[in-house]
């Protein structure tokens, strides 16, 4: 247990409040955000490292399919590519890491992880595919491919907490634009929250909004004067 007079909870939301607080702090109103409000929807995210450069081309790239692809049990009609050939941090010169994200469902990849062998390989299904389609584009390319990795929804819920693997939270729709979101819990005093689950829209911007709006509401629940700066 760590103690402190304020405690902000930077955390997944639902995790935070069904999960670690067992869901006793909770009303009516934040009930209803996570059971009526709709959600980014969870990325199978394809990620290669290649030994090309890329020089020239542009940081984004879409086209249309020949045909379309069932991936997961979605239709692709297009096909789009991140090239991070303008980040040196990345690869080694001379090589280049490809990032290729699809729109997935959070159930399906749910149910298939419970079947270790065969979520394996619909993971190693989904990279043949996905390099088979950047070999139509990008000649070559799959006998220059050094590394693969495939991540799923379950993958961010994993690693991040994520509910259903969403990867900014609330959904921006008629509902949630402009909506104000309750960062405390009802019942729990000198609790806050912050993130993209008290911000809808999402995103490190948002995420970050919400901790500098839990500041200024602190300050003033203190009598102390919110003051701002540039870093």
């Not at 304020?6 to 009303?27: C, E, P, Q, R, W």
């Not at 995210?45 to 090309?52: E, H, K, P, T, Y």
């Not at 399919?65 to 991140?82: N, Q, T, Y």
């Not at 819920?157 to 921006?172: D, K, V």
């Amino acid at each position: 247990k760590h103690h402190g007079d304020i405690v902000i909870s930077a955390s997944d939301g639902h995790s935070t409040i069904f999960d670690m607080l067992d869901g006793k702090y909770i009303n009516k109103k934040i009930k209803g955000y996570y059971e009526k409000l709709s959600i980014f929807p969870p990325l199978i995210l394809v990620a290669l490292g290649v030994n090309r450069s890329f020089e020239g081309m542009p940081h984004v790239i879409y086209w249309p399919l020949k045909k379309p692809v069932s991936i997961a049990g979605e239709e692709l009609k297009r096909f789009g590519v991140h090239i991070y050939n303008y980040d040196p941090t990345l690869a080694p010169e001379g090589k280049t890491v490809l990032k290729c994200q699809l729109i997935t469902n959070y159930d399906y990849w749910k149910e298939l992880s419970k079947n270790p062998l065969r979520y394996k390989e619909e993971k190693e299904e989904i990279a043949r595919k996905v390099i088979g389609l950047l070999e139509e584009r990008f000649s070559g390319l799959s006998s220059q491919i050094e590394m693969c990795d495939v991540a799923t929804p379950v993958t961010w819920e994993r690693y991040t907490g994520n509910w259903q693997g969403s990867f900014e939270g609330w959904l921006i729709t008629t509902k949630t634009v402009g909506m104000q979101m309750s960062k405390t819990l009802p019942g729990l005093s000198n609790f806050y929250m912050v993130g993209q689950w008290v911000e809808p829209g999402g995103g490190v911007p948002t995420a970050a909004i919400s901790g500098r709006n839990v500041i200024q509401i602190i300050c003033k629940r203190e009598k102390k004067l919110f003051v701002t700066k540039i870093p």
